[in-house]
C-alpha cells in the first residue's frame, strides 16, 4: 500500500471516483513476474476490473454524466485501427507501438480512490446494476462471454462443453454457457468447494481435474468427446486434460495464462480441431455481458474487501480460498 497523487484528468480524459475493483488471477500472475519479465514500472496500481462514478471530466470531453455510475471497458486500444473500428480493441494493432496500456496492467489501475479513463467510449453505463455485485463482469465476465460466443456454431443440442477451473471466470463461463447454450456442461476443477460452486451455477456434471475425467466426459457424450473445452488454468495437466477430452471438429480455447504447450500437428490431434487463445472481449460484448445480468441470467459470487484487505484478498486468492470473485471497496 503506496500513497499516490490524486490524479487530473487531461484533455479528452475521464477521472472516475472508484466503487468498486475486482481482483483477478492475472494481478497474481503479475506479482509473480521476475524482475527480468517484468515491464510495468513501479508503483504500478493493480485493478483491471473497475467501476465507479465520473467525477472530472478533462477538456473536450461529452458523451458522459458527471456523477453517473460506469463500468470500465479495460482493453483500451487506439480507437482508430482496422479493429479498433470493429469495436475490437482488446486485438487493437497499435497498442504496442502507441504503449497504450490497460487499467492495472501497465497504466494505474482501479485499486485505489481514483483512476483515469482515457477517453469518454470506455465507459459503459451501469444502468441500475450495482457496482459491487458487477463489477467483475468487466473482465471475469467479459473474457469467457468472448471465449464462448465464438464456439456457440459448435454448441448445438447435443453437444457438451467443459470448464476447467470454476473460479471467478469459470463460474461465470458457467452461467453464460447455461444462458447462451442447450450444450451440457461439465465443470472441472482440483478443489471440492470449486465443485460444489460449479453446480450451485449450473452446471451439469462436475469432476475433480485428474486423467479419470476424460473417460467420464466420453462416458456421458456417448463416445464423441467435449465439442468445446474451455480451460481456464492454462497448465500443462490441463492443457493434456483438454486435448485427449475433445472429439472431432473439438474447439480447444485456452483462456488461463499458463506456461502449458499443446502438441499440434496433422496426427496429433483429432480431425478439424482447433485451438485458440482469446484475450478479454469486444466493446459490445460488455453491453450484452451486462444486459445478461441485467435479466438474471448470470451473477457473480463475490466476497467484498476494503481497500487496506486488499492484500489479504489476493492471499485468499492465491490460495484458493474465495467463492467466486474479490471485489475490493475503497
Ligand atoms: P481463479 O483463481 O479465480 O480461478 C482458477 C480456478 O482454477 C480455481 O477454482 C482453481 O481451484 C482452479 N484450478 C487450479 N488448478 C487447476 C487444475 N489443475 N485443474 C482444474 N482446475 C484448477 O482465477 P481467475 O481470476 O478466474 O483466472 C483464471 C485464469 O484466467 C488465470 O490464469 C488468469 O490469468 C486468466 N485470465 C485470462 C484472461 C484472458 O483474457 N485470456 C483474462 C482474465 C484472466
Ligand atoms: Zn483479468
Redesign the pocket.
Known amino acids: 500500500m503506496v500513497e499516490v497523487p490524486t490524479p487530473q484528468p487531461g484533455p479528452g480524459q475521464v477521472r472516475l471516483k472508484i466503487s468498486a475493483a475486482g481482483a483477478?488471477?492475472?494481478d497474481d500472475?503479475i506479482m509473480d513476474l521476475p524482475e527480468d519479465n517484468y515491464s510495468f514500472g513501479l508503483p504500478l496500481t493493480l485493478g483491471h476490473e473497475a467501476a465507479g462514478i465520473v467525477d472530472k471530466i478533462g477538456a473536450g470531453v461529452s458523451g458522459v454524466i458527471l456523477g453517473a455510475p460506469y463500468a470500465v471497458y479495460g482493453p483500451w486500444g487506439c480507437g482508430l485501427c482496422y479493429r479498433c473500428a470493429q469495436g475490437h480493441e482488446n486485438y487493437c494493432e497499435k497498442t504496442d507501438a502507441l504503449g497504450i496500456r490497460p487499467p492495472g496492467l501497465g497504466s494505474p489501475g482501479a485499486m485505489a480512490e481514483y483512476m483515469i479513463v482515457p477517453a469518454p467510449r470506455h465507459l459503459i453505463p451501469l444502468d441500475g446494476l450495482d457496482p459491487v455485485a458487477n463489477v467483475a463482469l468487466t473482465?471475469?465476465g467479459l473474457?469467457p462471454y468472448h471465449a464462448i460466443k465464438a464456439s456457440i456454431p459448435t454448441l448445438h443440442p447435443g453437444s457438451t462443453a467443459v470448464v476447467?477451473?470454476?473460479?471467478?471466470?469459470?463460474h461465470l463461463a458457467i452461467q453464460i454457457l447455461r444462458a447462451l447454450t442447450p450444450a451440457v456442461v461439465v465443470a472441472?476443477?482440483?478443489?471440492e468447494e470449486?465443485l460444489r460452486l460449479a453446480r450451485e451455477v449450473g452446471a451439469h456434471h462436475t469432476f475433480l481435474?485428474e486423467q479419470a475425467a476424460v473417460r467420464r466426459i466420453r462416458d456421458l457424450s456417448a463416445g464423441k468427446g467435449a465439442n468445446a473445452v474451455f480451460d481456464?488454468?492454462?497448465?500443462q495437466?490441463?492443457l493434456d486434460l483438454g486435448h485427449r477430452m475433445i472429439g472431432v471438429g473439438g474447439e480447444q480455447v485456452i483462456?488461463?495464462?499458463?506456461s502449458g504447450r499443446l502438441p499440434v500437428g496433422y496426427l496429433d490431434r483429432p480431425h478439424a480441431s482447433t485451438v485458440r487463445s482469446?484475450?478479454?472481449g469486444h466493446r459490445a460484448e460488455l453491453f450484452e455481458v451486462l444486459d445478461l445480468a441485467r435479466n438474471g441470467m448470470i451473477h457473480v459470487e463475490t466476497e467484498v474487501f476494503t481497500l487496506d484487505e486488499a492484500p489479504l484478498a489476493y492471499e485468499k486468492?492465491r490460495a484458493?480460498e474465495?467463492r467466486g470473485r474479490a471485489v475490493i471497496v475503497p
Request: glycine share 22%.
Open positions: 483477478c488471477h492475472s500472475f473482465d471475469a473474457t476447467i477451473g470454476a473460479g471467478g471466470l469459470g472441472l476443477d482440483v478443489n470449486k481435474s481456464f488454468v492454462g497448465v495437466a490441463t483462456i488461463g495464462v499458463g482469446p484475450y478479454w486468492l484458493g474465495l
